[in-house]
């Protein structure tokens, strides 16, 4: 089977992106490559990409750690695992992966292509997964040395926007409300619906009587981050009095 024109386009954009030539493009064609294309494209002579990404999502965290350790030294241990969290997290990497056109590029099925991307959770995680499929490629292609520089350039260079990014809308919320009203927001779980392995949790966060937002999730903890995520974009900054009197 010969490459198509279209195929050979996606890793040339990549490769320019990236600024690495590879030796073995084949490599780069299974990091893009998600197991549910294979189904229907049984003339593909390449594998898919979940091996490259288990490889690639430990030397992205080996280089995180590597990078805070030198660059925070007044950290403690536990504000260097919270800036790690942050910098190897699910929206971190998406956030990358956008700006390497990850989303258009994607070998999926007709079916992972029009719903897998149309769901925002869904499309996160595999752009997440395509970002250390590729780390993983350039390492097993170029070795560690441009295994670093490419590591540095996506995400080590973007260090500070990927911390806000990750910033937890709970932490964000209760800074909010303790600073305006010296309280701290309380959850509370409304309602649990569906069977037990498939369980949906709704919650409300509250400022004393006041219910600042709402949200639902698969987890209490999920739930709760919507909830606040919620509140934070519906709250005017300069007062929670104003959600008060719309109560």
């Known amino acids: 089977m010969m490459l198509t024109p279209n195929q050979l386009e996606r890793v040339a954009q990549l490769e320019e992106k990236l600024g690495v ?3 073995n493009r084949l490599l780069l064609h299974m990091a893009i490559t998600h197991r549910s294309y294979l189904n229907e494209h ?10 490259l990404e288990f490889l690639g999502d430990a ?4 280089c995180v750690t590597e ?7 007044e950290s403690s241990e536990g504000e260097l695992t919270e800036r790690r969290a942050a910098l190897v997290s699910s929206s971190a990497l ?3 992966g956008g700006m390497l056109g990850l989303p258009d590029i994607l070998y999926l099925s007709n079916g992972e ?7 925002p959770k869904t499309r996160k995680y595999m752009t997440a997964c395509g970002v250390e499929a590729i780390v993983g490629a350039v390492h097993k292609d170029q070795g560690i040395g441009m295994n670093r520089m490419v590591v540095d350039l996506l995400i080590l260079s973007r260090a500070e926007e990927l911390f806000a990014l990750y910033a937890d809308p709970k932490s964000k919320l209760q800074e909010l409300v303790q600073r305006q009203h010296g309280v701290t927001p309380e959850y ?3 309602s649990e619906s569906g069977p037990d392995h498939n369980r949906r949790f709704r919650v409300a966060v509250f400022m004393n009587i006041v219910q600042l937002g709402m949200g639902e999730g698969d987890s209490v903890k999920e739930a709760q981050v919507a909830a606040a995520d ?13 959600a008060r009197h719309q109560q």
Do not use: C, K, T
């Open 42 to 51: 049984r003339e593909a002579f390449w594998d898919h990409n979940e091996r």
């Open 59 to 62: 030397i992205i965290e080996m």
């Open 113 to 119: 292509a029009r719903l897998g991307l149309e769901d």
């Open 67 to 73: 990078f805070l350790f030198d660059h925070y030294p």
């Open 230 to 242: 919620f509140a934070l974009a519906h709250l005017p900054q300069d007062g929670v009095s104003h």
């Open 21 to 23: 030539e590879f030796r």
């Open 188 to 190: 509370r779980v409304l």
């Open 94 to 96: 998406a956030q990358v």
